[in-house]
């Protein structure tokens, strides 16, 4: 059966515990401040002016995923990519935007939603560096809220367990995939550029 209506949806899920609303804050405070500092990896959500969303993985070593301006202002380098841009195209027609921080080894991890500007200003760039190379450009996010997720979805997933690591041999490599997706695409080929790539231009 279809849900169409809030009042259907609700019909199905019990009301929120009343914390689920409180924990919800309009700044970074200092739990969210540490979050963001240990992490090496979040997700990012936008979407396109026809309403289709979009969500990409970003990540850095931890200390450099994220810089925090002040409790409003969270600054999130964009690095070099496959240029495809999607993400950014998105955040031109829609300045908003949804991000899930992880730490590996904690089960919780932090949602915070905002506006965003996109910008190349050197001031913003520089405390993203690294080794002296500055991002393409950086997405200054505006806080709009931010709150910490229960632990239920990771503990779900097992994902920081080690018995739950898939062996890699039980996915085909990304070249193998193209391979099969695009016609005369060449595995090895792909695989190799993509190995020298992560070697040499990670930044």
């Given at each position: 059966?279809?849900?169409?209506?809030?009042?259907?949806?609700?019909?199905?899920?019990?009301?929120?515990?009343?914390?689920?609303?409180?924990?919800?804050?309009?700044?970074?405070?200092?739990?969210?401040?540490?979050?963001?500092?240990?992490?090496?990896?979040?997700?990012?959500?936008?979407?396109?002016?026809?309403?289709?969303?979009?969500?990409?993985?970003?990540?850095?070593?931890?200390?450099?995923?994220?810089c925090?301006?002040?409790?409003k202002?969270?600054?999130?380098?964009?690095?070099?990519?496959?240029?495809?841009?999607?993400?950014?195209?998105?955040?031109v027609?829609?300045?908003?935007?949804g991000?899930?921080?992880?730490?590996?080894?904690?089960?919780?991890?932090?949602?915070?939603?905002?506006?965003?500007?996109?910008?190349?200003?050197?001031?913003?760039?520089?405390?993203?560096?690294?080794?002296?190379?500055?991002?393409?450009?950086?997405?200054?996010?505006?806080?709009?809220?931010?709150?910490?997720?229960?632990?239920?979805?990771?503990?779900?997933?097992?994902?920081?367990?080690?018995?739950?690591?898939?062996?890699?041999?039980?996915?085909?490599?990304?070249?193998?995939?193209?391979?099969?997706?695009?016609?005369?695409?060449?595995?090895?080929?792909?695989?190799?550029?993509?190995?020298?790539?992560?070697?040499?231009?990670?930044?």
């Amino acid at each position: 059966m279809g849900i169409d209506t809030m009042a259907e949806l609700r019909a199905v899920y019990r009301p929120p515990a009343s914390r689920a609303s409180l924990k919800v804050l309009d700044r970074l405070d200092m739990h969210c401040r540490n979050f963001i500092a240990l992490s090496p990896f979040y997700v990012i959500s936008s979407a396109r002016a026809d309403g289709r969303a979009d969500a990409s993985p970003r990540g850095d070593p931890p200390g450099s995923l994220a810089c925090v301006l002040d409790d409003k202002t969270l600054l999130l380098p964009d690095r070099p990519g496959n240029r495809q841009v999607d993400t950014l195209m998105n955040l031109v027609e829609r300045p908003h935007v949804g991000l899930v921080f992880f730490v590996p080894g904690l089960t919780e991890t932090l949602r915070v939603n905002g506006r965003v500007e996109i910008s190349t200003d050197a001031g913003l760039l520089q405390p993203l560096a690294i080794n002296g190379k500055l991002p393409i450009s950086v997405l200054k996010v505006t806080v709009e809220e931010a709150f910490l997720h229960c632990a239920k979805a990771l503990v779900r997933a097992r994902l920081w367990e080690p018995a739950a690591q898939v062996e890699r041999a039980r996915y085909p490599t990304y070249g193998q995939v193209l391979a099969d997706q695009i016609a005369g695409a060449d595995a090895a080929e792909i695989d190799a550029g993509e190995a020298e790539s992560a070697r040499t231009e990670l930044y």
